[in-house]
């Protein structure tokens, strides 16, 4: 089946730095990308929608100058958390849909744990 | 928005027993996925289920569509199966939203 991969699996960084998570779909070509996040014990949130060539869309209460979502191809999603905060530590997976998928299957990536020291 | 509830939100069960968890969702949906959430977070997706039944092993689901639910079966069920399970309904523009899912651990 259709791979969604997510880098770094793991990252922790310093308090005020920014980090880039990179989602990527290995074997299809999607158009439209998501980014969900999760905290301990919680569900996962929506937090936008990533457009291929345009800007992404946020869901509500997602700060866009915070996590700035760039999806610069066909094949690759990238969120980065600027000036991140111990607070901004968090579970985040990101989603595809082929663009040439007339169904509604969607894949996710294995998620990205981000620690804020 | 659409609503996703599963229930119930904790389980626990001995080894072999077997359990339903439930999926209610509150408006039409495109689509409906089954996922199971491992200790380090990965997301495995069982079913994709808009209607009717599908079977992997030991597990099976059955959407009702017309009437908004979802059943995850589980069966002789195994300490690998803890952990936790996500419902998620695909709404118009694909979004995919999960409801907050069912911790479950088995025992030994």
């Known amino acids: 089946g259709a791979v969604v991969s997510q880098h770094p699996s793991w990252v922790i960084c310093k308090s005020g730095t920014s980090v880039k998570i990179e989602c990527r779909s290995l074997?299809?070509?999607?158009?439209?990308m998501f980014w969900y996040r999760q905290f301990p014990k919680q569900s996962l949130m929506l937090m936008a929608t990533s457009n291929e060539g345009s800007k992404a869309t946020y869901e509500q209460g997602v700060e866009k100058d915070k996590f700035l979502i760039n999806h610069a191809s066909l094949t690759l999603s990238t969120l980065t958390v600027t000036s991140a905060h111990p607070e901004d530590s968090s579970f985040y997976i990101c989603s595809a849909r082929p663009w040439d998928s007339t169904g509604n299957t969607i894949y996710f990536g294995e998620g990205s744990w981000l620690t804020v020291v | 928005g659409i609503q996703v509830e599963q229930s119930p939100p904790d389980l626990i069960l001995q080894e072999g027993a077997n359990s339903t968890l439930r999926c209610n969702f509150s408006?039409?949906?495109?689509?409906l996925q089954w996922f199971h959430q491992n200790p380090w977070g990965q997301l495995i997706n069982l079913f994709y289920i808009p209607s009717g039944t599908k079977q992997n092993g030991r597990l099976s689901a059955t959407t009702v569509a017309t009437e908004r639910y979802s059943l995850l079966y589980i069966s002789s069920s195994q300490t690998t199966d803890s952990g936790v399970y996500f419902c998620a309904a695909n709404t118009g523009g694909f979004k995919t939203i999960f409801g907050a899912g069912t911790r479950l651990f088995v025992k030994a």
């Open positions: 408006d039409s949906v495109n689509n």
């Open positions: 074997d299809f070509q999607a158009t439209t």
